[in-house]
């Protein structure tokens, strides 16, 4: 989904339970769910919704390039 197996080791705790942060799947999200919204806005709330979450997944979406998250202690970081 979002995210991807991660082959770094968690800066925090050493856990290797951390995922990588996927921002071009993201954006691919938001784009898909903008058309959606464009084609059901004329409906209310789902089409309100369908934008409102597009609008989220590509305002995120560059800030997610190289981050990386740890499930064991929930800390995230940005590798260099
Ligand atoms: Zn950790």
Same mark, same amino acid.
Request: glycine share 6%; hydrophobic share 45%; proline share 4%.
């Given at each position: 989904?979002?995210?991807?197996?991660?082959?770094?080791?968690?800066?925090?705790?050493?856990?290797?339970?951390?995922?990588?942060?996927?921002?071009?799947?993201?954006?691919?999200?938001?784009?898909?769910?903008?058309?959606?919204?464009a084609?059901?806005f004329s409906?209310?709330?789902?089409g !309100? %919704?369908?934008?409102?979450?597009?609008?989220? /997944?590509?305002? +995120?979406?560059?800030? !997610? %390039?190289?981050?990386?998250?740890?499930?064991? /202690?929930?800390? +995230?970081?940005?590798?260099?």
């Amino acid at each position: 989904m979002f995210s991807k197996e991660s082959e770094y080791i968690c800066d925090r705790c050493r856990s290797y339970e951390t995922v990588e942060l996927r921002p071009k799947y993201t954006l691919a999200v938001g784009v898909v769910f903008l058309g959606l919204g464009a084609w059901t806005f004329s409906i209310p709330v789902i089409g !309100l %919704i369908l934008t409102a979450f597009a609008g989220i /997944c590509l305002l +995120i979406s560059p800030f !997610l %390039i190289k981050l990386h998250y740890c499930k064991n /202690c929930k800390n +995230i970081w940005k590798v260099k």
